[in-house]
């Protein structure tokens, strides 16, 4: 690793000696120099007081959650048992399993995250991006840096996906750890009523939380291109996570049927199949194809826009 | 560089939505090597135009050409060597003052990483603030800010700087230190691009300046010429200023004005002051004429133009805000 990166390093010194020394105009920086905004941008993000608030926020729930739990069942009654997924009777899908097995509060936070917690803070991050510079005026000197419009966009674009990953990561471990601590942890009985072994069950769980992260991606992309529309962080913000609401309304409105497939939300709940023995892929499948093709086209939208737009702030 | 230019505009214009034309057929040409003075009223056109020259907003009509290449096409082979100051300083609020220059260094994609740390160190210890350096940015003054923003425009050496009123916000100590900064830059070669509503400091540091208003380029040229170009004014300094004022408008002397007061700190009473006389006549009758009509000459001469004088006379109104 450390070889690759001297390399790397090299050639991209050499490149641009050869270039100064020719023509000013003809440098060509390597990965290394474009992964430095990058690695800005994640600490310029990650720094900021609002995220770190968000991601408390996104922690506490599964703590909520499990003391929730915990004082229900801590009379000695349980809670009823059996397989309880894919959110029947109340509350959030495997709710019911908790009390018999630690690892299924991960299953449930993010359940109850994914619906409305996630997807906002998401939505918040990817509305911020960039009008929230061109809010604080920091755009126009990122652009004379300069940092190319297309090249901020991607890294603006990779960076609130990796906030997806964290955000969802950082849901997952706290309910981990608060499983861990309130319940015990063991073997665990699958949807469809086979037994595995608690590995197996861990590595389901992290593949949820990959599955759950992937599901932002529609509404990452949607709030990156709502936020080259406007020079207002907060109207960018408060923009995408209204979408987020109205999507999720008009998902429940059985007249709209035909429209369902096509909002980022409906395949939504899908990951509760990687619970399913064997696993059932086919909405899995289905959900990561739509949340691709939000990203491209909103992607697409906000390249179109962000690259022809007057920084005039 | 075969175009001797560092900025040459031709017929550039922005209109913005809603029709408001802030730059109408701009032609501005910028001396390489020179220290350029960009002067004009609020809302003349003169950020809308750096804007243009950077590439943020796209000319309605026109080109523009920064360091002999187009702009906006250009803008990532051309800005590398441009520093620049946009409409004051813009900050993160949350970083401090180094880690604000580092992301923005991280944002060039020509800068070296390598050299990075080093870079911002200069940059931060050339504008006077290394003291200040780990301090939030939300947490400084104005004029650090405006520091801030130097720094940031100087992290590398620069073929060109653009300075839109880069003295706004400083103390006099600091508005000196800016001013010798943009001397030693412009010694070393730098283009400096500068815009300002200090007419004297335009005049004290720049070889070259263009007046905006409404849009529209009045002149542009040397600053000698400018001032030049005005012309001068007669002043005499006397006690008996009603006096002084009809002998002069009696000997043909237009536009005459008493300002009260403004001889007296040397203790030698009002100064009045008119157009000069044509060149054919002897400024010594004048004064021999003011003599006879018994009036207490204690001054007496031609005042060069000031750029000031210059400015008012061109823009006619001075510094009033167009509509
Ligand atoms: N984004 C915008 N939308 C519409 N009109 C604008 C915009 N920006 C500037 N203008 C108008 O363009 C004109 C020129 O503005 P500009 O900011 O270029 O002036 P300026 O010379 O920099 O003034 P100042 O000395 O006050 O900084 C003004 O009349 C202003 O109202
Ligand atoms: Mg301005």
């Known amino acids: 690793m450390s070889r690759v990166e001297t390399n790397g390093v090299e050639a991209t010194a050499t490149d641009v000696a050869t270039a100064e020394a020719a023509s000013p105009a003809a440098r060509t920086p390597g990965f290394l120099w474009t992964f430095g905004l990058f690695r800005s941008e994640l600490v310029t993000t990650f720094r900021r007081w609002r995220t770190i608030a968000l991601l408390a926020v996104l922690a506490a729930v599964p703590v909520l959650v499990g003391i929730a739990v915990r004082i229900e069942t801590g009379d000695g009654s349980s809670m009823g048992g059996g397989p309880g997924g894919g959110g029947g009777g109340g509350g959030p899908a495997f709710i019911a399993q908790i009390t018999n097995n630690g690892l299924f509060l991960v299953f449930t936070a993010l359940a109850a995250t994914l619906p409305f917690f996630l997807p906002m803070a998401v939505g918040v991050i990817a509305g911020d991006a960039i009008a929230g510079e061109a809010n604080a005026g920091t755009l126009r000197y990122l652009l004379v840096a300069p940092a190319g419009r297309t090249r901020l966009l991607l890294v603006k674009y990779a960076a609130t996906m990796t906030f997806c990953l964290v955000a969802t990561l950082v849901v997952a471990a706290s309910a981990l750890a608060v499983g861990a601590l309130l319940f015990p942890l063991g073997d665990l009985t699958t949807i469809s009523g086979t037994s595995i072994s608690f590995a197996e069950g861990l590595l389901r769980a992290l593949l949820i939380a990959l599955a759950v992260a992937a599901s932002l991606i529609g509404i990452a992309a949607l709030g990156l291109f709502v936020s080259t529309l406007t020079n207002s962080g907060i109207a960018a913000m408060a923009t995408t996570v209204g979408l987020l609401i109205t999507v999720q309304i008009l998902d429940q409105i059985p007249q709209l049927d035909a429209l369902h497939p096509y909002f980022f939300s409906h395949y939504w709940l899908s990951f509760a199949d990687l619970m399913r023995e064997p696993v059932y892929w086919d909405d899995l499948q289905r959900n990561l194809g739509l949340q691709a093709v939000y990203a491209a086209v909103f992607g697409a939208a906000a390249w179109a826009r962000f690259t022809a737009k007057d920084i005039a702030s | ?323």
């Open chain 2, 1 to 323: 560089m075969n175009d001797a230019a560092a900025i040459h505009t031709q017929g550039l214009t922005k209109t913005f939505r809603g029709g408001q034309v802030a730059v109408d057929h701009l032609e501005l040409k910028v001396p390489s090597g020179s220290v350029f003075g960009f002067l004009g009223p609020n809302g003349s056109g003169k950020t809308t135009t750096i804007r243009m020259l950077m590439g943020l907003i796209e000319p309605t009509s026109g080109t523009a050409r920064v360091l002999g290449r187009p702009m906006p096409r250009s803008a990532r082979t051309v800005l590398p060597h441009v520093g620049a100051l946009i409409e004051g300083p813009a900050l993160y609020g949350f970083l401090s003052g180094r880690d604000n220059l580092l992301r923005y260094d991280s944002a060039d994609r020509a800068a070296d990483p390598r050299t990075r740390r080093t870079r911002v160190a200069a940059a931060l210890d050339r504008v006077g603030l290394s003291a200040a350096a780990g301090k939030k940015a939300k947490a400084y003054s104005l004029g650090m800010k405006q520091r801030l923003g130097l720094a940031a425009a100087l992290l590398q050496p620069r073929r060109l700087l653009v300075l839109d009123e880069p003295t706004n916000g400083l103390d006099p100590q600091g508005m000196r230190e800016i001013r010798a900064l943009v001397r030693e830059l412009a010694s070393e070669g730098t283009t400096v691009f500068l815009s300002s509503h200090l007419l004297d400091e335009i005049e004290q540091v720049c070889t070259h300046a263009a007046v905006m208003a409404q849009g529209r380029l009045i002149i542009q040229g040397p600053v000698s010429e400018l001032a030049a170009g005005a012309r001068g004014r007669l002043v005499v300094t006397t006690p008996d200023a009603a006096d002084a004022a009809r002998v002069l408008k009696e000997q043909g002397i237009a536009d005459v004005v008493v300002a009260a007061g403004e001889g007296r700190g040397q203790g030698e009473g009002d100064r009045v002051t008119g157009e000069p006389p044509p060149p054919d006549r002897d400024l010594a009758e004048l004064n021999v004429a003011l003599v006879t009509a018994g009036v207490r000459v204690r001054g007496f001469g031609l005042e060069r133009a000031s750029l000031e004088d210059a400015f008012v006379a061109l823009t006619g109104e001075g510094f009033d805000v167009a509509g």
